[in-house]
């Protein structure tokens, strides 16, 4: 019912940016969190940064400083604004939200995106 689409993975050099985004769409009443996470070759998912419905953001420690997530509420969308990127960013990322499809009767679903392919190499 509800589905993430994601923009903005590409090939970038190390040094350079690139700008995620995700928009969900569908059966939506609100959404709470929301998040990205990664998965590089040979290793297991992790998170990369999460924004509450509040606007609290969390980082990884390999990231911080030089990502920053973002959400506008009115678009169902959430924002990762890479920078400085290093070939240890290249990875899968996927799109997280926790999204209320309704409150009566409540019903909260958690939500992935099919994943954007960062490259990151000169």
């Known amino acids: 019912q509800v589905q993430l689409v994601e923009s903005g993975g590409g090939l970038v050099q190390p040094g350079g940016s690139l700008r995620l985004s995700c928009a969900a769409s569908?059966?939506?009443?609100?959404?709470?969190?929301m998040g990205w996470y990664r998965q590089a070759p040979g290793k297991e998912r992790e998170l990369v940064a999460t924004?509450?419905?509040?606007?609290?953001?969390n980082y990884a420690d390999s990231v911080k400083g030089r990502f920053t997530i973002s959400r506008d509420n009115a678009k169902n969308t959430v924002y990762l604004q890479m920078n400085s990127l290093k070939s240890d960013d290249t990875a899968v990322y996927y799109c997280?939200?926790?999204?209320?499809?309704?409150?009566?009767?409540?019903?909260?679903?958690?939500?992935w995106g099919r994943g954007t392919l960062v490259t990151v190499s000169s």
């Open positions: 997280n939200m926790m999204v209320f499809t309704s409150r009566e009767p409540y019903r909260l679903r958690e939500i």
């Open positions: 924004i509450t419905s509040g606007a609290n953001t």
């Open positions: 569908g059966s939506i009443f609100s959404i709470n969190a």
